[in-house]
């Protein structure tokens, strides 16, 4: 076991945040030998308990749960920044072309490297990923994954119709390989298989209805895909499928609404499609720098808490402008602000941070595995320098209450924040 001293926080599975200022964190191996929170709370009640534990102090920092990023792309992070109209134009001149290059086995695993190095730089230990349509993106995703013994999903992108050559795939050929990956990888580890459809427009009828089928097959796996991000998006959707009730009914259609069924955007939606996404357990991620970056448009958090269903934030890098959560949560506060029917301000600091830890967990189906530092949560977490740098020294040192040095680290913060990100091991048996 091994004890870790600093100021704590973590969440009720309500999403209230409990801080102690000086806590304790303890991190012991679990019946199958992987490290999980056997305590946590203030050092006063529980040092006494733990005196045989060696304890690392951490003198002015903050012990968090590590991030969770509900949606991004490992494949497009060298395209971050990428300038266009809409998204329509931004795939074709920008993203197809740079997926295309994820053929080669040596390219993926180069970019998937240096995707993971910065996901740590950030404090970021769980995303569920797209990679592309070729399976040499998913091997190196998940090879590097599990070396690094980090809890990640992904899955290899389907898209066999109004897609450039070098990213569409074969109908029948996607769904074999897909069934292949989801063998060699799902469960395997800490890494989980997520059957991934780029979007309704880009997948045949036979395409759609095949990956339901696997969806089925495999209760347990993800689907990941995107919908109502873009008015141009959402107008072609349902010209291609005259006969779903709106865009997101489509997926409905071919199984692909349930548990684990996690959507990017959710932006143009009405109350019916908030309810569907409620009757199915399906979960929205919220992408707000993308969303502000491509004009895409702003998520309803308001209907979203009326209906009640499930959601958490992503970065949507390289639609997204950053792997920092702290811009994530940001950005969700100012999207939060467009079509504020509530009283007061925006998002509270903590439920910014709840959406992007043990929230985003829960959505994903992942509530008490990851996300939070309960006992019995895996030990992922990140340690914060609330000093690292002189206007966050000096602001954060003003905080009357834990909601106003959440928000100084939230507006102030990126990843010189993070000072230090600590995964989970497997013990060696
Ligand atoms: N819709 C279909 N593909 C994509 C993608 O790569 N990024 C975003 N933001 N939306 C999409
Ligand atoms: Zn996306």
């Not at 490290?35 to 009640?45: D, N, R, Y």
């Not at 809890?151 to 389907?158: A, D, F, P, Q, T």
């Not at 349902?238 to 996690?262: C, I, K, N």
């Not at 966050?392 to 102030?412: C, D, M």
Request: overall charge negative; charged content about 20%.
């Amino acid at each position: 076991m091994q004890a870790y001293r600093a100021s704590l926080l973590r969440f009720d599975d309500a999403g209230q945040p409990l801080f102690d200022e000086d806590g304790l964190l303890v991190i012991g191996p679990d019946a199958r030998g992987r490290q999980v929170v056997v305590a946590a709370g203030a050092w006063s009640a529980l040092h006494a308990s733990y005196a045989e534990v060696p304890v690392t102090h951490w003198p002015g920092r903050i012990i968090a749960p590590g991030f969770v990023d509900m949606h991004i792309h490992f494949p497009q992070t060298d395209i971050i920044g990428a300038p266009a109209e809409g998204l329509l134009p931004w795939l074709e001149n920008y993203t197809f072309p740079a997926e295309s290059r994820f053929v080669d086995a040596g390219h993926s695993a180069e970019v998937a490297e240096f995707f993971f190095d910065e996901l740590m730089r950030n404090g970021v230990t769980t995303s569920l990923t797209f990679a592309t349509s070729h399976p040499a993106s998913v091997q190196a995703f998940f090879a590097s994954a599990q070396r690094r013994q980090l809890r990640m999903i992904s899955g290899k992108v389907l898209q066999d119709r109004h897609s450039p050559d070098g990213v569409r795939d074969d109908t029948e050929e996607s769904l074999v390989e897909t069934e292949t990956l989801i063998r060699q990888w799902h469960n395997v580890d800490r890494l989980g298989y997520a059957i991934t459809p780029r979007f309704a427009p880009t997948s045949t009828d036979a395409q759609l209805r095949g990956a339901g089928e696997l969806a089925a097959k495999y209760p347990d796996t993800w689907i990941h895909s995107h919908v109502a991000e873009n008015k141009d998006e959402v107008q072609w959707a349902r010209e291609l499928f005259p006969e779903a009730r709106s865009y997101l009914d489509v997926y409905t259609g071919f199984g692909l609404m349930r548990e684990r069924a996690v959507y990017a955007h959710c932006i143009h939606f009405d109350d019916a499609d908030r309810q569907l996404m409620r009757e199915t357990k399906t979960a929205s991620a919220v992408s707000p720098t993308s969303n502000l970056f491509l004009g895409s448009g702003f998520f309803d958090f308001d209907g979203a808490d009326r209906v009640g269903y499930r959601y958490g934030l992503a970065s949507d890098v390289g639609g997204g402008t950053s792997f920092s959560p702290f811009t994530t949560m940001m950005a969700a506060y100012y999207a939060g602000r467009e079509g504020q029917t509530k009283p007061g301000v925006s998002i509270a600091p903590s439920q910014l941070w709840w959406r992007h830890t043990g929230g985003a967990a829960q959505a994903l189906g992942l509530g008490g595995v990851i996300g939070n530092l309960q006992p019995g949560c895996e030990g992922d977490f990140v340690v914060i320098n609330p000093t690292a740098t002189p206007l966050l020294a000096r602001k954060t040192g003003l905080a009357q209450n834990l909601e106003e040095l959440l928000f100084s680290l939230i507006v102030l913060g990126d990843d010189r924040l993070i000072e230090r990100t600590m995964i989970s091991q497997a013990q060696a048996t």
